[in-house]
């Protein structure tokens, strides 16, 4: 009887004992705030750049909400999927609410000075016309991407083609984003490729093939344009889920997981939800000399364009 006591006690203070509470939003703004301190202490013109979860230039997630200073202030631009085709279905047009929806986050940040990278999924070359025109409407950068794997370079023309040599975000008209190499047989089939093109900005993966890291030889090649202008390189990194096919992988994470290592996306194999607020996670991606992105320094890439940074959604609606 007094085992049962006991064991009723002792369930009965775990089941009391406080839980953490999160802001999940809010330990996003601070992972990318600290993220871009660290990164620009070394390269002071460094640019960050996230992608997508655009509620966080507010305090409170709303369109009318205060902004969010301090993280407006860390960043250099931000990146926005499906603004205008793509977000149900590639090659269609966006329902129109959701883009107002968007648009009304996406001007917050412009309005500090932020440079606006938009992506729209669609091949057909009307609608890929039409995206560039609506995006140049609101003096947004865009690429229009035929394929949603990123995985090749366009055979249409590259809207605002310039021959200008690109020093800065604010200088470029255009972008590619590739950040699938797996269609080139080499790193340096992927090189020609890209210098044979005059895209102001490319948007890559630090890995060739997830394997080999490009050199900072390799990326200087990658800066120079076919019409002699010189481009700015920016690499790709997830800081939102964890990559099952990255270098920081552990074989073991298969039989027990790390704490923060969550469940895996339905939507794409491999890539693992995480609590993006955990300081173990967060010294994989930057903070030491063995990090994701002080690799993506060392090759000397301009700046770092930051995925999964709408993981806020998955931990609010669970």
Not at 61 to 82: C, K, M, W
Not at 92 to 108: D, G, H, M, R
Request: charged share 20%; net charge negative.
């Amino acid at each position: 009887m007094k085992k049962i006591i006991y064991l009723s006690f002792c369930i009965g203070l775990f089941a009391c004992k406080p839980q953490p509470i999160y802001d999940y939003k809010e330990e996003m703004r601070n992972f990318v705030c600290n993220l871009s301190a660290w990164a620009k202490a070394q390269k002071s013109l460094f640019l960050i750049i996230p992608q997508n979860g655009i509620e966080l230039v507010t305090v409170d997630g709303t369109a009318t909400g205060l902004p969010a200073i301090t993280y407006l202030n860390a960043i250099d631009g931000h990146g926005q999927e499906d603004l205008f085709y793509g977000y149900n279905t590639d090659n269609e047009a966006t329902p129109k609410e959701v883009t107002n929806y968007l648009i009304s986050f996406l001007t917050i940040s412009q309005r500090v000075g932020n440079i606006i990278l938009t992506t729209d999924y669609c091949s057909a070359e009307s609608k890929m016309a039409d995206s560039y025109a609506q995006n140049t409407h609101y003096q947004f950068l865009s690429f229009a991407a035929p394929e949603r794997e990123l995985d090749a370079i366009p055979n249409h023309p590259i809207y605002h083609e310039n021959k200008d040599t690109i020093s800065s975000l604010e200088d470029a008209k255009n972008f590619l984003y590739l950040i699938n190499p797996e269609n080139f047989p080499s790193k340096q089939a992927f090189v020609e490729a890209v210098c044979s093109t005059n895209y102001d900005v490319l948007i890559m993966d630090l890995f060739f093939q997830n394997e080999i890291a490009f050199t900072a030889n390799e990326i200087e090649q990658l800066r120079v344009k076919t019409n002699g202008g010189r481009r700015l390189v920016i690499a790709y990194m997830s800081i939102g889920e964890a990559e099952k096919y990255r270098y920081y992988w552990k074989s073991s994470w298969n039989v027990l997981k790390p704490q923060w290592l969550d469940a895996e996306n339905p939507d794409w194999e491999g890539n693992y939800k995480v609590k993006y607020w955990d300081k173990a996670w967060q010294s994989l991606i930057f903070g030491n000399d063995d990090s994701y992105l002080q690799k993506i320094l060392n090759a000397n890439f301009d700046g770092v364009y930051l995925d999964i940074i709408d993981a806020f959604e998955y931990y609010e609606n669970r």
